[in-house]
């Protein structure tokens, strides 16, 4: 049986939407020949601690594709090794002021772990601009051909023009543009997302 693993984006989880719609569409409508698991964990705030638990959970459950949305596409990109996607990813998390700010948050979907709440301390943005600073260190050829990148023509949160030029200087021919915003709808997913995998014969 094919394996995905999602990385959900900021102040997220594993029990998002788009988690369900995933579900969906690689085993709920998928032929039985085409199914495919999705793992979909929730992700520590500090990357100190969230980067280290995805690369184990990573070389544990060994994913055929992992596919990660902004701040998951950001991690996504770096589990070296795996085919992956990085759906908008957010390579400076730690410059989007509107979003890391430092004071309570609460998180959009359900946690395992039952919060509702978190906060952002200074430190975190630090542990954040420090993984930032590092996050394309050690690309491989192999990995140039492992990892793609899809940027949304209308996202205003992590903008394709800057985004997608990050990307090409590490990835070079690996990335597409589609129409649409920074979240993965069912629109996107069925219409984008999908096509894109199977054109590629990701799974």
Same mark, same amino acid.
């Given at each position: 049986?094919?394996?995905?693993?999602?990385?959900?984006?900021?102040?997220?989880?594993?029990?998002?939407?788009?988690?369900?719609?995933?579900?969906?569409?690689?085993?709920?409508?998928?032929?039985?020949?085409?199914?495919?698991?999705?793992?979909?964990?929730?992700?520590?705030?500090?990357?100190?601690?969230?980067?280290?638990?995805?690369?184990?959970?990573?070389?544990?459950?060994?994913?055929?594709?992992?596919?990660?949305?902004?701040?998951? %596409? *950001?991690?996504?990109?770096?589990?070296? +090794?795996?085919?992956?996607?990085?759906?908008?990813?957010?390579? #400076? /998390?730690?410059?989007?002021?509107?979003?890391?700010?430092?004071?309570?948050?609460?998180?959009?979907?359900?946690?395992?772990?039952?919060?509702?709440?978190?906060?952002?301390?200074?430190?975190?943005?630090?542990?954040?601009?420090?993984?930032?600073?590092?996050?394309?260190?050690?690309?491989?050829?192999?990995?140039?051909?492992?990892?793609?990148?899809?940027?949304?023509?209308?996202?205003?949160?992590?903008?394709?023009?800057?985004?997608?030029?990050?990307?090409?200087?590490?990835?070079? %021919? *690996?990335?597409?543009?589609?129409?649409? +915003?920074?979240?993965?709808?069912?629109?996107?997913?069925?219409? #984008? /997302?999908?096509?894109?995998?199977?054109?590629?014969?990701?799974?």
């Amino acid at each position: 049986m094919k394996k995905i693993m999602y990385l959900h984006g900021f102040a997220s989880s594993g029990a998002s939407g788009t988690v369900e719609l995933l579900r969906r569409e690689f085993w709920e409508k998928a032929a039985p020949n085409r199914r495919a698991a999705v793992v979909a964990p929730d992700i520590p705030l500090d990357p100190l601690a969230a980067l280290p638990m995805l690369k184990e959970l990573a070389d544990r459950e060994r994913p055929d594709l992992v596919i990660g949305t902004s701040m998951g %596409g *950001m991690y996504a990109q770096q589990l070296h +090794g795996f085919a992956r996607i990085c759906v908008n990813p957010s390579f #400076t /998390l730690s410059d989007k002021y509107s979003v890391l700010f430092v004071g309570k948050h609460k998180w959009m979907n359900r946690r395992r772990d039952g919060e509702t709440e978190f906060h952002v301390t200074k430190e975190t943005i630090a542990h954040f601009r420090e993984m930032e600073a590092h996050q394309f260190d050690g690309v491989t050829d192999e990995d140039r051909a492992l990892c793609h990148g899809l940027f949304g023509d209308e996202d205003d949160t992590v903008f394709a023009s800057e985004a997608r030029p990050v990307f090409e200087r590490h990835y070079p %021919g *690996m990335s597409s543009l589609f129409h649409g +915003g920074h979240r993965l709808n069912a629109h996107l997913v069925v219409h #984008t /997302l999908l096509p894109y995998i199977r054109n590629l014969n990701l799974l």
